[in-house]
Every structure is written in C-alpha cells, then in structure tokens.
C-alpha cells in the first residue's frame, strides 16, 4: 500500500509549521515517509517518558518493582521526618503508580528543564523529595518531568543499571536503535522524562513495537500486558482537544480511538490500533495540536 503525504505537507507549508520528519507504516510496513531535508537524529523531548514507562514494564516483569513501590523502600536516606507535614503530604510514600500517571499532588511541578539547568543541587533524587506536597496524590493529574525522572531514579536503584544500560540490550538493540544519546543528571541518572535522542525512523520502530503489544521478530520484548495498561486511560485530564482525552503511564490518549507518546515541539508516535498503523512525526514546532488536526484530516482518512 502506498499513502499519499502530499495534503499533509501542503496543510503544513501552508500554515507554516516547522515539519521536519513524517513516517507512516500499516501492516508493518512503510506506507509513506517524507523529509524536509535529512532524517537526522534530533532530541525527541517528553518521547523519552514513554521509554522509560518500557524500563518499568520490564523490571515489574522481573519483580524488582511494583505499582505500589513506594519512594521510601529505595530512598530510605531523603525522607524527612517532619512532624508538621502530614504523612500523606510527604513524598517517601508516593508510589511509582502515582508517579506513572503524573499525580504526585505537586502544584508546580519540580525539575522543569529551567530548574534542571540552574538547580545548585546535583542530587535530584534528594531535592525532589526535601519538597512537600500541596495536596493528596493519586487524585489530579499534573504534567511532571520531575515524576519521571524519579521513575528513572528508582528503576536505577532496583536494578543497578541506569535505564539506558538497561534497556539496551533488552529493547534498544532488538529495535536496531543503536548507540542512541540520552542526556543525564549531575549524577549519572539517565534523564528519562526527556533527553534521548534518535532519528523519526527509529521512532517509527518503537511505535511498530507498541503496536505489536510489545513484540518484536517473534520475541516478546516487553510483556503485552505492560503495554496494554500502560497506553489506555488512568486519569482524566484538562488541555487542548488532543490534551483532554486522559492520560495513561506516560502515554497520551488522543481523539480517533489512538495514543500517542510526544515531546514538546512536536515530537509524535501515534499508535492506532484499529487501523493497525503508526504514524512518527519529528518537528521544531510549538503548535503541536494544529500539527495533530492536519494528520488527523489529511493522513487518517487513508488507513
């Protein structure tokens, strides 16, 4: 099958959004690809969470975590016993589901890529957990890098692997990603909540993995439950058309009966199942959503 991407690149000049990278593939195969130059590797932003969410299917697999795994069974050392916090305001007791689906019970969420780059404190871990909560989590969603990298932080400390040694041999290489650049902390943490870098193709493989439900040539990479969890519906959510739909474990839900992971500027691995297709796109881009309406008028009506 060969898909047309001549709307959607005209959609997108038209409008003047910064497309760089489209790839299409149904049935597993390359149905459409288009380049605004080269497909080079690029930063793929908030993507990493999604392949961090692997890491944790994984070592969930192996019993090294669990859902309920909370911060203080692996970080004993931060939790600040404080008399006037109440105990469900402390973060030592947030457990990994809560951090999953972003509802930590923060207001302003720590480690925004500003506060990484001016944060005095080079142990993360610690900074994140010297902070109270505003309120009680598990109830409200709120979009958190923090949240990640303390995913990351935690998958570190229950397998003695940062979660790019960890991954590579056990996802990266079997996708034949290779080599792949992912930013760290002062530390060494691998960044997890943003960061990795790699090219619109590789990301197209990673969302054929997903849509395999986690196989890949006849191996079961990432067990298909953790995939199927992880990408539907936890906690409803507020934003823009495709930012209201819910979230999952570090997956967006999106009109059309899809998910997605994305990273700011436009970074898209959209999953639909029901027409058994993946669509990547890479961009340097704010208007994420009008980047989503042109797929979803221009490329949708062809699978």
């Known amino acids: 099958m060969t898909l047309s991407l001549t709307g959607f690149v005209d959609r997108v000049t038209e409008q003047g959004l910064n497309v760089l990278s489209t790839r299409v593939l149904q049935h597993g195969e390359f149905a459409a690809q288009w380049d605004l130059t080269i497909d080079e590797r690029r930063i793929q932003h908030s993507i990493s969470k999604s392949f961090t969410c692997m890491a944790v299917g994984l070592a969930i697999a192996e019993g090294k975590l669990s859902l309920h795994t909370k911060l203080n069974e692996f970080f004993p050392q931060y939790v600040i016993?404080?008399?006037?916090?109440?105990?469900?305001?402390?973060?030592?007791?947030?457990?990994?589901?809560?951090?999953?689906?972003?509802?930590?019970?923060?207001?302003?969420?720590?480690?925004?890529?500003?506060?990484?780059?001016?944060?005095?404190?080079?142990?993360?871990?610690?900074?994140?957990?010297?902070?109270?909560?505003?309120?009680?989590?598990?109830?409200?969603?709120?979009?958190?890098?923090?949240?990640?990298?303390?995913?990351?932080?935690?998958?570190?400390?229950?397998?003695?692997?940062?979660?790019?040694?960890?991954?590579?041999?056990?996802?990266?290489?079997?996708?034949?990603?290779?080599?792949?650049?992912?930013?760290?902390?002062?530390?060494?943490?691998?960044?997890?909540?943003?960061?990795?870098?790699?090219?619109?193709?590789?990301?197209?493989?990673?969302g054929q993995f997903l849509l395999q439900r986690g196989m890949w040539e006849g191996k079961q990479l990432v067990p298909a439950e953790w995939i199927d969890f992880a990408t539907r519906k936890q906690i409803d959510n507020q934003g823009s058309v495709d930012w209201n739909q819910g979230y999952g474990c570090q997956f967006w839900m999106c009109t059309h009966d899809a998910y997605r992971a994305d990273g700011a500027y436009g970074q898209f691995c959209i999953v639909l199942s029901d027409k058994d297709a993946v669509i990547a796109i890479n961009s340097q881009e704010d208007h994420m959503q009008e980047i989503l309406d042109i797929v979803w008028a221009e490329i949708l009506p062809q699978l």
């Open 81 to 206: 016993e404080d008399a006037n916090i109440e105990p469900a305001m402390r973060p030592g007791d947030l457990t990994l589901y809560d951090l999953l689906r972003m509802t930590s019970g923060h207001d302003n969420p720590p480690l925004t890529a500003p506060e990484r780059a001016s944060l005095k404190e080079k142990d993360w871990v610690k900074y994140y957990m010297s902070l109270p909560l505003d309120r009680a989590p598990g109830e409200l969603f709120t979009y958190s890098s923090g949240d990640t990298f303390i995913i990351s932080a935690l998958i570190q400390a229950a397998t003695g692997q940062t979660v790019q040694e960890y991954l590579t041999p056990r996802l990266f290489e079997p996708l034949g990603i290779h080599h792949a650049y992912w930013e760290t902390s002062p530390l060494g943490i691998t960044l997890g909540c943003a960061g990795l870098v790699i090219n619109n193709e590789e990301l197209s493989r990673f």
